[in-house]
């Protein structure tokens, strides 16, 4: 089973519309969850952290978190082109052990 | 101020040989992580360094080596290369280990290996 698992897509939104992304991990002890977009050809970048149980919401986006389930989400409200990335999941060890995996990666496309 | 910088951007080279990727992290930031990603693999960890001492490395062959310098820059070197070693490397820095899920990259050096 790999760590941290992600629907590879490719998702496919019609503009206006909200995309959800999905993602799992294995570790129970992982502390912090984060969201990196990647554009083709282009590094990722940081769009979203979490690190409690619950819903966090910024602008369009609302990254959405359950230890419990060992889940996290991320929504992207009234979706525009300019979405269309590929958005990776990443996971932190606990403290004294931090260590970023990332999951593969789903690749969204926002039809206008 | 200025993002990650990595160089070189793009190199060529053949089997056997040993390659060296330079990363300078955002100023103050004193973690460096590197990365390899490839279209099937994703984005695979490979080492992280902190305060010019290996923190953490992934799952990569002794072949694959770092090191960090008391200006918090970084180099990872590669030996005797494969054909498989072809990928995007990526260098991420971040301020400090517990903070290393919020990690800036840098453009990354593309290795082509013939």
């Known amino acids: 089973q790999k760590e941290v698992e992600q629907n590879s897509g490719p998702l496919s939104v019609p503009e206006g519309a909200i995309a959800s992304l999905n993602c799992t991990y294995s570790d129970r002890v992982s502390q912090s969850f984060f969201w990196y977009r990647q554009y083709s050809g282009k590094s990722p970048e940081l769009i979203m952290s979490i690190y409690s149980n619950g819903d966090k919401e910024d602008g369009r986006f609302t990254a959405q978190l359950n230890k419990a389930s060992q889940y996290v989400s991320l929504l992207i409200r009234d979706s525009q082109p300019s979405d269309s990335a590929t958005y990776l999941c990443a996971v932190n060890g606990f403290f004294g052990n931090e260590k970023l995996t990332f999951g593969t990666g789903t690749r969204l496309t926002i039809i206008p | 101020k200025a993002g990650v910088t990595q160089t070189p951007r793009y190199l060529i080279k053949t089997r056997g040989q040993q390659v060296t990727l330079s990363c300078s992290p955002i100023?103050?930031?004193?973690?460096v992580s590197w990365y390899q990603q490839t279209p099937g693999q994703g984005l695979q960890f490979l080492f992280e360094y902190f305060s010019e001492t290996q923190r953490n490395k992934g799952n990569f062959p002794g072949r694959f080596s770092g090191r960090q310098f008391s200006n918090s820059r970084s180099e990872m070197n590669v030996s005797t290369l494969e054909l498989g070693d072809s990928a995007l490397y990526l260098c991420?820095?971040?301020?400090?280990?517990?903070?290393?899920?919020?990690?800036?990259f840098g453009p990354g050096t593309r290795l082509t290996v013939l």
């Open positions: 991420a820095s971040s301020l400090a280990p517990q903070t290393n899920g919020e990690q800036f």
């Open positions: 100023s103050g930031h004193r973690s």
